[in-house]
């Protein structure tokens, strides 16, 4: 009976470590809003299913030795942060498109802490954080997931490293998104403050005895709130899309992990 529940520890605990260290990149379940016993306790149900759903009919087998069981440990934890990583790379170049944004309103001083970045965020960055949380359970983004979950032990074998070349490239790839992302969302208030500074340039050498930048500076934060407001239709089917477009993204790189 012993030598049936050790083995079958063993890998419920490497499945379980999988899934927790997912968890710690993924977006929402990472946030430090969100309670660590109960991600936790979601890791551990996840692993039971996964276990007696998919591992237990596929035979897979361990080594018990102390020295094998830190090794494969370590291969999930990283295939985890692997995949949760990808995850989030949309909710990162949002919160970079919030800074490019906040800066050209000058606003940049306005910066509040971001917990799920555990870095300092502008105003208006955590404003867009916060319309891409609410589409991705608009959108069962949560589901990802779980079908992350599924597909990566079905597809990476516990204990594969999964560091592998073509999964390195794309990471590479899709890290390349986050400053893509940022620059398509905030272009069109980029692009109106280029021109309203080009206007102060010009209005500072028509009239000198005007103090242009004291003038306009509380003008262009109206303006851009007004931009902002206005664009807002635009950002959420944006981030729409890229939302339900990026599960086959985050297929293609487990695929290459399996690789």
């Given at each position: 009976?012993?030598?049936?529940?050790?083995?079958?520890?063993?890998?419920?605990?490497?499945?379980?470590?999988?899934?927790?260290?997912?968890?710690?990149?993924?977006?929402?379940?990472?946030?430090?809003?969100?309670?660590?016993?109960?991600?936790?306790?979601?890791?551990?149900?996840?692993?039971?299913?996964?276990?007696?759903?998919?591992?237990?009919?596929?035979?897979?087998?361990?080594?018990?030795?102390f020295v094998s069981i830190v090794?494969?440990?370590?291969?999930?934890?990283?295939?985890?942060?692997?995949?949760?990583?990808?995850?989030?790379?949309?909710?990162?170049?949002?919160?970079?498109?919030?800074?490019?944004?906040?800066?050209?309103?000058g606003l940049s001083m306005a910066?509040?802490?971001?917990?799920?970045?555990?870095?300092?965020?502008?105003?208006?960055?955590?404003?867009?954080?916060?319309?891409?949380?609410?589409?991705?359970?608009?959108?069962?983004?949560?589901?990802?997931?779980?079908?992350?979950?599924?597909?990566?032990?079905?597809?990476?074998?516990?204990?594969?490293?999964?560091?592998?070349?073509?999964?390195?490239?794309?990471?590479?790839?899709?890290?390349?998104?986050?400053?893509?992302?940022a620059i398509k969302m905030a272009?069109?208030?980029?692009?109106?403050?280029?021109?309203?500074?080009?206007?102060?340039?010009?209005?500072?050498?028509?009239?000198?005895?005007?103090?242009?930048?004291?003038?306009?500076?509380?003008?262009?934060?109206?303006?851009?709130?007004?931009?902002?407001?206005?664009?807002?239709?635009?950002?959420?089917?944006?981030?729409?899309?890229?939302?339900?477009?990026?599960?086959?993204?985050?297929?293609?790189?487990?695929?290459?992990?399996?690789?």
């Amino acid at each position: 009976m012993t030598d049936i529940l050790i083995p079958d520890f063993v890998i419920t605990l490497l499945i379980f470590l999988r899934i927790i260290a997912m968890f710690s990149a993924a977006p929402i379940l990472s946030h430090k809003a969100f309670p660590v016993l109960g991600r936790i306790l979601i890791a551990a149900v996840l692993a039971y299913i996964s276990f007696i759903t998919i591992i237990k009919t596929t035979n897979v087998h361990v080594e018990l030795d102390f020295v094998s069981i830190v090794l494969n440990g370590v291969k999930e934890v990283i295939t985890g942060l692997m995949i949760g990583f990808m995850l989030n790379i949309i909710f990162y170049g949002i919160d970079f498109a919030g800074v490019l944004i906040g800066i050209d309103m000058g606003l940049s001083m306005a910066s509040v802490m971001n917990p799920m970045m555990e870095t300092e965020s502008t105003a208006i960055g955590e404003l867009l954080n916060i319309f891409g949380t609410l589409l991705f359970f608009l959108i069962n983004g949560h589901h990802y997931l779980i079908r992350a979950i599924v597909v990566s032990f079905k597809v990476i074998s516990i204990g594969k490293y999964t560091v592998t070349e073509p999964a390195f490239q794309l990471l590479i790839k899709y890290s390349a998104m986050i400053f893509i992302i940022a620059i398509k969302m905030a272009a069109p208030i980029m692009v109106s403050f280029f021109l309203i500074n080009l206007a102060e340039g010009i209005i500072s050498r028509a009239i000198p005895q005007m103090q242009v930048f004291f003038v306009t500076q509380p003008l262009k934060i109206g303006i851009g709130f007004i931009l902002l407001i206005a664009s807002l239709p635009v950002y959420v089917y944006f981030i729409n899309n890229l939302l339900s477009s990026f599960e086959n993204s985050l297929y293609e790189l487990i695929r290459a992990m399996g690789t």
